[in-house]
């Protein structure tokens, strides 16, 4: 099994939890954010030095309230590589409908030769309508519901642009010509004459595996037709159980036979202590600054229905004693998120696995601390040798 980390990518944030601001009120200044940017540095040294396969980032614009504060994943990656020596570094996600696909692929490349083909190629269609109408992608309400006219668009324009995209990586010269973009465009003069194909320079060396966002039924069903790697999130045990069978299902379908943990990685919350109170009581306020961050968009409505209720509600806010139980955070000693690890290895097939170990209210030397109990306490219980001597 590979194990990776993803980072959310915040400032510093100490009064974290329900009892602090509200999220929509927060505000930093440029100190709060320069100062941020040693942190992910930071992270990467450690994660290279206990041995994580791959650091993930994420792409987010204009968050003056200090959450996801990474506008790209590509830059950052290939100058931490340059301060590392095996890690991996991937993009959770480019959110393509905001790139140029042609620029996008560019520095994909490019940044994939010189960090030595250490980058992995992560894309998403993105959700917050602040960044994505700034920066000229079609949407309108966002995570709360995107109107169905903006919903089809930012498809068309998604699915559009990583046709293009894999025709570049994949062709010594290409043109295409579809609804939202022509490569090249008709008539461009060049040399006594006009350019009628484009050559992607530079380009990458080698297949370049895809990682994408898995969060509707449609998007699943794109992900398993043209074989990029699903990612899932947040969703309970037996919801997740059902997320992994159904892509199975459709790639089959599309006429691929998919082995039980193939192209499928689970991003799993994941915070270690002495005990499961200690452990419990380090993670509670960086657990309920996300909840109450991201429940009024819907992301935990992929948790099965609260005792009582026939449905689970759209904007749930789930306890930590919640997250626990359905299995989307794993918190306490090694011993317990090594278990509910392994449930997840036993049920599904597990190969591919992500673990969030950053969070709004944790200092650096709390993020390192986890990256270091996984390595050496949860690891060796699944069977995994971490470290760079295991690689």
Known sequence: MRIDTNLLGTVAMPDAGHDGPAATSRRYGRTAFADAYQDYLAYARTADETGFDTLWYTEHHFQHEGYEVIPNQIQLGLYSSAKTERLNFGQMFNIVPQWHPLRLAEDFAMADILSGGRMRFGVGRGTVPREMQTLGAMIESGDNGMDATAEQANREVFEEAMALIRLAFAEESFSFEGKHFVAPPPGIPDRDGVVTELTLVPNVMRPVEIYQACTSPRTVDYVAEHGHVGVYTRQSFTRMKRAWEKHAELAEAHGRILQPGQERMLVLHAHVGDTMESAMASARATHDELAKLLSPYGRFATYDPPAGMDSTPFDFLPTLEQSIEQGVYAVGTADDVAATIDRYRQEIGLELLSLSLD?????????????????????????VSMGASAK
Not at 359 to 383: I, T, Y
Request: net charge negative; no cysteine.
């Open 359 to 383: 969070g709004p209210g944790l200092l650096r030397e709390h993020v390192e601390e986890q990256m270091h109990r996984v390595s050496s306490d949860v690891a060796p219980l699944l069977g």
